[in-house]
């Protein structure tokens, strides 16, 4: 058995390759609180002030071609050389040349279809999060698209995920779906399910922490009738904020602790095993940004896109009162009514969305986002300056938003664990390190099951395929953030949540994993087939 390639080449890789029992990773005593859920990675270049950059918003992305189901779009994965802090270049991994890459909107019930053509030095393979997709469009982490340019073959490409990885030879190839493809692969989401703020983003196997960090991901859109005709804040009061923190090297470029810089064999430092965690924060690619909004209603669809940092985000000054945030949706869609919070939490990959009415503060009011998690300058996230002046606002949170179904427990065929922990060899679920083709569970189609994960520490858990809803937190009622329907649950420090799912329409493979991108490379992830 293969050692992973992040517990170092050299002593203790050899004690993992002898089997002596002995912990080879402290990183529980790290991140036990559950506070923390990594290291901190601290830029090399100078850091701008916060709130000296404007918010950038995403572009959305036009169709190529539309008929009567289908609209069309066409994303190049690409290069491009971004001024991400003043007065520096850095040269960024993008989907159509921005980070994030651009919004793609969907209309419920109409077909999507992208074609991504990888122009990047790297294979690639998209994965739209929280998208209810068939498995050979959900993006299997070893179904490739290969470099348009055929620098890189599919024999290479395989030994530079399974280099490495846990029972892997670089000559066996792992399984996938789809297999590869060269140059470009089109992503088919028949996108039956209802509005919702979903993301797209790398899931090349061993390589998500990297792709991501260096500018692969960005927001989808879902929009449904139903959520039209609610009185909810809309146009350019309604903002996705893709949070993402970063380290830079002193040329401005990403820093990241890779142990081979030339990317063939996959891997990060020792120290690092935790999570990489930046010391500077984006907000749609730019750092610590500020907005100018009028004294009305905004609805911010925030996505922590971050690797592995949590965020509990807070204003610097309430309103008076308290509550400034309404959330309204959650990682699947809207809630059925809106949840009053002080802050919102947010584990990786996770989404809330909230409106937030701006005219509780006076004008001329500069209110800070901070995460109150962290502390240094990943504290500062972004800033909104309240502009004076009357303005028009029909917005409104409504006491009714949307009905769907609760999934009674009572009725669940059977409970499933999934023990998320680490061993002496790194990160596993079910004391397994992943292995493409190696499925965890079998859930039949259309039953309802109840799925327990259990942590170590903490580890935001996601399942792909079907949004769930929670059923308890510890033996308990479910939190303040674990509300409508989920994709991705963050369980701090040891604690067990149990959600009911049910999975629907599409029989195939899928994966659940730990969305800390670094544990998630490191093989805490795990294939479940529907059938
Ligand atoms: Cu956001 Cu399987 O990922
Ligand atoms: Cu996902
Ligand atoms: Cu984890």
Known sequence: MRRRQFLGGSALGVAGLIGVGVPLVGSARRGGQGVSPGSLLTSRAKLPKPYEV?????????????????????????????????????????????????????????????????????????????????????????????????????????????????????????????????GER????????????LWYHDHRMSWTGLSVWRGLAGFHLVQDDEEEQLPLPKGDRDIPLLIADRAFEEDGSFRYPLTDTKLLRPGITDEFMDGVLGDAILVNGAPWPVHEVDRAHYRLRVLNGSNARPYTLQFDQQPSGGQAFAQVGSDGGLLERPVRHDAIHLGTGERADVVVDFSRWRAGTRVRLVNTLADGTAREVMAFDIKAGAVSDDAKVPDKLVRFPRLDPAKAVMTRDFHFRQDRYGWVINDQPYKPGRALARPKLRQLEIWRFTTNQRHPV??????????????????????????????????????????????????????????????????????
């Open 54 to 182: 404007k918010l950038p918003i995403p572009k959305v992305l036009e169709p190529v071609s539309s008929s009567g189901t289908t609209d069309t779009y066409e994303i190049t994965q690409q290069v491009a050389d971004l001024e991400i802090l003043p007065g520096l270049r850095t040269q960024a991994w993008t989907y159509g040349g921005t980070f994030p890459g651009p919004t793609l909107v969907s209309r419920s019930g109409r077909r999507t279809r992208v074609k991504h053509r990888n122009e990047l030095p790297q294979p690639t393979v998209v994965h739209l999060h929280g998208g209810h997709a068939p498995a050979d469009s959900d993006g299997y982490p070893t179904d490739l698209i290969l470099p348009a340019d055929g620098s890189i073959s599919a024999d290479q490409a395989t030994a530079a995920m399974v280099e490495g990885m846990h029972g892997h030879s670089a000559h066996g190839r792992p399984p996938g779906t789809l297999g590869m493809a060269k």
């Open 186 to 197: 089109t992503y088919t989401y028949p996108m039956n399910q209802p509005a919702a703020t």
């Open 462 to 531: 996601h399942v792909h395929l079907n949004h769930f809803q929670v059923l308890s937190r510890n033996d308990v009622a479910p939190g303040p953030y674990d509300v409508g329907w989920k994709d991705t649950v963050d369980l701090p420090s040891t604690q067990t949540v149990e959600v009911a799912v049910k999975f629907t329409d599409y029989a195939g493979t899928f994966m659940l994993h730990c969305h800390n991108l670094e544990h998630e490379d490191m093989a805490m992830m795990g294939d479940f087939v529907t059938e």
